[in-house]
């Protein structure tokens, strides 16, 4: 049974699917402070999230059992993630889920600055019929600057053009074309600065972003302008904005977002007469609050239960087309990576990587990871280790990690072969994914095999001379050891050769003592694979 907390207020609709699964229990505590959360986070699997929680690196060691984060949203800011990666705590996001709704708001926040909507309200609400204060200014032909041209910002794109606006977008990822496409001018900050009427931010907070528009625009910024904030406070300074505006310079503001969140009463926004706010609502709908807790929701499943999921925030992202030529070998490289380690011996040094045929020509990053974590998890316990840290641990513990790619078939369409260079030696496992058969194991050291990478399996080095199958045989037999499966390999005849034997049942150290020391044999080691 996994447990799972909701520490935000989070769609009950949304998460039906985990509160429906037999194998999840799920409490929800919202508003706790971090030393609540602390106490109580030890006996979680996993969290689950908007913006208010603050997940701490605090938190994340006091949650000993945490898997994964889950962030019913877009923005990752109140977490952690250096210190999730560290633990190899998977946070992920849902990114698409919201696009619509915080446009929207964006929108409603944008008319309601050139109309003065919430201050005629509160006007007319009081019992003060005023016509005259509230003169307002169209959005048509009007020029709006967007900063930050990507889900959000394109779609707030889209409907100004609905508006009769002229689109100036920046982003560093903005192509002519797809521009072009949007019927929107490709412009930079400073033409934002100097032409638009209103301005609209649709960034991340990064440092690159901190203070966008900041003292310097606005000594420059066009007289009138209106700014709309509805993505992070601190992308526009607060108090460089309060003075533009007191100096008569910027017309009005509209925030959803603060520096700090809530802001403190006396800031400088919450009574003056141009700005108007909300409390961070840009997702606040029935509809984004559903979508978000379904996407996360879903991904929090495969990852508690094993499976393969969408990108994490705090892994490189992967394209769609990639991972589906990726993911049916990544069972295969874990065991690969997870074979070499319990063969051998002496502290890994070095994973050196070969993919050969039609891996060649993939990016192979997240398979790379699999073969990582499959050999550190011998090491380190499958607890310990999983694809958000493997790398991360590797490099900290000094392993060397060697990609090479060939596309040479050497018999197979596709072969992954893992090398471990130890203190002591160098231990080499090869696979294939053989079509309709699934994963096989093709290689051990020098001597090619044929091996179904699963259950028990004793590797067994000998000399290849008459009667040695049997001698092995007759005395697992003796010792109620029943083998499955058996497959011998040998580069020469009477050379050295190998013994591959699946058993149903593990084998005591004893045991492979025993075999060890029967005539013409040289080692007997046992390998489990999940
Ligand atoms: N107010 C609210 O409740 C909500 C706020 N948000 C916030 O809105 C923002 C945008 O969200 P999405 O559009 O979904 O994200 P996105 O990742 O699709 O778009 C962000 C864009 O900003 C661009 N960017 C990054 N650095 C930049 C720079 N220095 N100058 C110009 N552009 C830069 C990126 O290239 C990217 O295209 C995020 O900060 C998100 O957290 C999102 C949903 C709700
Ligand atoms: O998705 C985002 O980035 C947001 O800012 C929305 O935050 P929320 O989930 O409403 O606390």
Redesign the pocket.
Known sequence: MFKVLVSDPISDLGISLLVEASDISIDKKTGLSEDELVAIIGEYDALLVRSQTRVTERIMTAGKQLKVIGRA???VDNIDLDAATKRGIIVINA?DG??IT?CE?TFAMMMAVARHIPQAYAKTVSGVWDRKSFLGVELRNKVLGV???????SEVAARAKAFGMDVLG????LTEERAEKMGVRKATVDDIIAEADFITV?????P??RH?IGKEQFARIKKGVRIVN???GGIVDELALVDAINAGQVAGAAF??FEEEPPAADHPFLNHTQIIVTP?????TVEAQENVAIDVSEQLLHILRGEPFKNAVNMPPVAADVMNKLEPYFQLGKKLGNFAAQIAEGPVKEIAIAYAGELADVDTQPLNRQIVEGVLAHHLGSEQVNVVNALHLAKNRGVNIVVTKSNATKGFTNQISVTLRTDNEERLVAGTLLNGFGPRITQIDKFPVDVEPQGHILLISHDDKPGIIGRVGTLLGTRDVNIATMQVGRKIVGGAAIMVVGVDKGVTKAILGEIASLPDLNNAKEVHLY
């Open positions: 949203g877009v923005g990114p919201n696009t915080t708001h900063l930050g041209m990507g889900r959000i910002g920046y982003d560093p990822f649709h960034t991340p907070l990064t690159e972003t966008m509805c993505a992070r959803d977002v961070h609502l840009g997702a606040s």
